[in-house]
C-alpha cells in the first residue's frame, strides 16, 4: 500500500501535477502551478485573485480562492462564497467539456447566490452573474463543447 499525500495535520491532499484546468496528470508530468490551500484573504482579495485567474483560463484554481473564503467565514458571506465557488466549478466543466455537470454548478451556484442580488456585497455584480451563469448553463445543454468566457465578477470592465 503507498502512503497518501497528507499536510502538516494530516489531512490527505493530492500532490499530483494538474493541468490548467484541475485535471490530474501522472506524477512526474509538469502540470501547471496549484493554489496553496486554506490561505485568508479579504474579500477584495479574493475577487481580485479569483478574477485574475478567471481571466487566465484557470476557473479550477479560481474555484480553490473561492472555496478558501467560504470556509474560512462563519457569517452570512459563507453561501456567497460557496456559490462563487459553485459558478467557478461550473465553468471547470464547461471548459473540460461536461455540459451536465457544468449545467448543474452554473444552476446551482445561480441560485445560491440569489439573496445577494440587491445588496451586491463587496460590489460582486450577482445579477450579472446570474445572467451570465443562465446563459451558460443553456448553451452547454445544446451544445458538446463550448468556449467558456470567464464572468466578470464586478461587472463590465
Do not use: C
Not at 489531512?11 to 508530468?29: I, V, W
Not at 445561480?110 to 445577494?116: D, G, K, L
Not at 452573474?129 to 446563459?135: F, I, T
Amino acid at each position: 500500500m503507498t502512503d497518501r499525500d497528507r499536510d502538516e495535520a494530516g489531512r490527505a491532499r493530492n500532490a499530483r501535477p494538474r493541468d490548467g484546468l484541475g485535471r490530474p496528470l501522472p506524477y512526474g508530468a509538469d502540470g501547471v502551478e496549484r493554489q496553496p490551500e486554506g490561505i485568508e484573504r479579504s474579500p477584495e482579495n479574493t475577487i481580485a485573485e479569483a478574477q485574475r485567474l478567471l481571466d487566465a483560463g484557470r476557473p479550477f484554481h479560481a474555484h480553490e480562492v473561492f472555496e478558501d473564503a467560504w470556509k474560512a467565514t462563519d457569517g452570512p458571506d459563507r453561501e456567497l462564497w460557496r456559490g462563487l465557488a459553485q459558478l467557478a466549478v461550473g465553468l471547470t466543466h464547461a471548459a473540460r467539456g461536461n455540459g451536465n455537470g457544468a449545467a448543474s454548478l452554473l444552476e446551482r451556484g445561480a441560485v445560491n447566490i440569489e439573496p445577494f442580488r440587491e445588496a451586491r456585497p463587496h460590489g460582486i455584480d450577482i445579477p450579472g452573474l446570474q445572467a451570465w451563469a443562465r446563459a451558460m448553463a443553456d448553451e452547454v445543454k445544446v451544445r458538446v463543447r463550448v468556449e467558456p468566457v470567464a464572468p466578470r465578477l464586478l461587472g463590465t470592465p
